[in-house]
């Protein structure tokens, strides 16, 4: 039975019972090695918050089809990136994704967002909007982010930095999975083709900055990698508890 904390109680603590305020995990990698299930579980493990920055994207982008804006053309897009009325639940149990004062978790996993989140993530005017408000809703901590640029770009004072990673046939079989048993090879050719557009943008490439730990979870469970996470986080209490 989970006895941690609810989420927004700030009662997350350390090792030594004290309260643990401020504390940022920032869990930054590629599209399928398991961050989403990675962040929820640390953050509800901890009682901390959890916010998915991935999700804030696609939400754009949904936004940006539903309005008929090419998302190939990036003067388009940056001309209606303040548009869009967002609003990031971080409840890791039950995080939400509002756009316009429509609840859109479900539809920003569809083929159509998949295709599109790339170059409307490119944006400079969208990721500058993004970040902002990444970092409003961090604030004061207490919290499990995760995304592409999260060590590097949106909150790189983050105690604890994670760089999760797992090889491309695992990811795309579990992407397939979760996608209701789509085709493997096709899933891992999009991820494939992601990956080396997110990680040569111009605007906050995805990358592995200094002192991000890299945990690959090809052969892991998802539990045995929430509990490094978890032990990560631990230790930098830990550590600041002695300083």
Request: charged share 20%.
């Amino acid at each position: 039975m989970n006895d941690a904390p609810r989420p927004g109680t700030d009662q997350a603590t350390s090792h030594t019972g004290e309260p643990a305020p401020g504390v940022v995990v920032a869990v930054d990698g590629t599209s399928g090695s398991g961050k989403s299930s990675t962040c929820r579980a640390v953050a509800d493990r901890l009682g901390l918050r959890y916010l998915d920055t991935g999700a804030m994207y696609r939400a754009v982008t949904w936004w940006m089809l539903q309005h008929g804006v090419d998302v190939h053309d990036a003067e388009a897009v940056a001309a209606r990136a303040a548009d869009p009325r967002l609003v990031s639940g971080t409840d890791p149990l039950a995080p939400t994704i509002v756009v316009d004062d429509v609840d859109v978790s479900i539809e920003i996993r569809s083929d159509a967002v998949n295709a599109a989140v790339s170059p409307v993530s490119a944006v400079p005017a969208v990721r500058e909007r993004l970040v902002a408000l990444q970092r409003s809703l961090i604030g004061a901590g207490r919290i499990v982010v995760e995304g592409r640029d999260i060590a590097s770009v949106v909150w790189p004072q983050a105690q604890v930095k994670v760089y999760l990673t797992a090889d491309p046939a695992a990811r795309a079989a579990r992407r397939a999975a979760e996608n209701g048993g789509a085709d493997v090879g096709a899933t891992e050719a999009s991820l494939l083709a992601r990956d080396a557009i997110d990680s040569g943008r111009a605007v906050a490439p995805l990358t592995r900055v200094h002192g991000a730990i890299h945990i690959d979870s090809t052969h892991q469970t998802l539990e045995q990698v929430v509990d490094l996470v978890v032990g990560l986080v631990e230790e930098s209490l830990s550590a600041v508890g002695g300083s």
